[in-house]
């Protein structure tokens, strides 16, 4: 059972930057697999960025833009970072992070579906 605690976020004027962090808990192993997720209203969660053992991967929105780290302390508590530079209005929703003992592909690595451990969930609100 692994156990996922955020933290970061706020409020941040368009063109600024927000630094996101998920504490992960518990069972963990080097090639599970972390990545963020966010979701914005009225509309479904969506990939942003993930690592899993081929290196990282970003969605085409943020490429550039988004930085995704980890930092494994120790066997059981690994931090993943989500750097988030030159924010944009339409990145504003709300960021999940996400975990899975599994080695993922690139393409399944974002997939919600694949999941089974979720963040609480951080606001980002990008003003124009």
């Known amino acids: 059972q692994m156990q996922l605690v955020q933290s970061g976020g706020g409020l941040v004027q368009a063109g600024g930057s927000l630094r996101l962090a998920c504490v992960v808990s518990g069972r963990t192993f080097s090639r599970m697999t972390t990545a963020w997720f966010r979701q914005a209203p009225g509309k479904e969660r969506v990939f942003v960025a993930g690592i899993n053992w081929l290196g990282t991967v970003y969605a085409e929105s943020v490429k550039g833009r988004f930085t995704i780290s980890r930092d494994s302390r120790d066997s059981a508590n690994t931090t993943v970072f989500l750097q988030m530079s030159s924010l944009k209005p339409e990145d504003t929703a709300l960021y999940y992070c996400?975990?899975?003992?599994?080695?993922?592909?690139?393409?399944?690595?974002?997939?919600?579906?694949?999941?089974?451990?979720w963040g609480q969930g951080t606001q980002v609100t990008v003003a124009s």
């Open positions: 996400a975990a899975v003992l599994a080695a993922t592909t690139a393409t399944s690595i974002r997939d919600a579906r694949l999941y089974r451990n």
